[in-house]
Nanobody, 124 residues
Framework: QVQLLESGGGVVQPGGSLSLSCAASGRTLSTYHMGWFRQAPGKEREFVAAISRIGLRTLYADSVKGRFTISRDNTKNTVLLQMNSLKPEDTAVYYC?????????????????WGQGTQVTVSS
C-alpha cells in the first residue's frame, strides 16, 4: 500500500486560505485516484474532493464547490488541496486517501490507504 502524509494544516480566520499537501511514498502515486476527506469532532468522516489518476477528472462535495481545488503532481508524488474562502464549518481533521478502483468515488469504502490527518481550524 502507498503511505500518505498530510501537511499544511493550521489556524486561519474565516475567509482565509490554506493549502494542504499529501505526500506519497512506497508506490507511484499515478496508479491511484486520490481523495480528501475531513472529520470534525463528534462527526463521521465526510468526503471533500477527489481527483483521477492523471488529474483529468475531479469531484467535489457540494459544501466546498467553488472554494476548494484539488490538484496533483505525479512527478512530485503529491496531491494538493487549495482551500479558499474558509468557513468555521470547514474546521476538521483533513485526511488524504488513495483509491485503486476504476472510477472516482466519493465514499469511504473504496479508499484503502489513509494518512494520519492534518488539523484545519477556521475561527475568529
Amino acid at each position: 500500500q502507498v503511505q500518505l502524509l498530510e501537511s499544511g494544516g493550521g489556524v486561519v480566520q474565516p475567509g482565509g486560505s490554506l493549502s494542504l499537501s499529501c505526500a506519497a511514498s512506497g508506490r507511484t502515486l499515478s496508479t491511484y485516484h486520490m481523495g480528501w476527506f475531513r472529520q470534525a469532532p463528534g462527526k463521521e468522516r465526510e468526503f471533500v474532493a477527489a481527483i483521477s489518476r492523471i488529474g483529468l477528472r475531479t469531484l467535489y462535495a457540494d459544501s466546498v464547490k467553488g472554494r476548494f481545488t484539488i490538484s496533483r503532481d505525479n512527478t512530485k508524488n503529491t496531491v494538493l488541496l487549495q482551500m479558499n474562502s474558509l468557513k468555521p464549518e470547514d474546521t476538521a481533521v483533513y485526511y488524504c486517501a488513495a483509491d485503486q478502483t476504476i472510477v472516482l468515488h466519493s465514499t469511504l469504502a473504496e479508499y484503502d490507504s489513509w494518512g494520519q490527518g492534518t488539523q484545519v481550524t477556521v475561527s475568529s
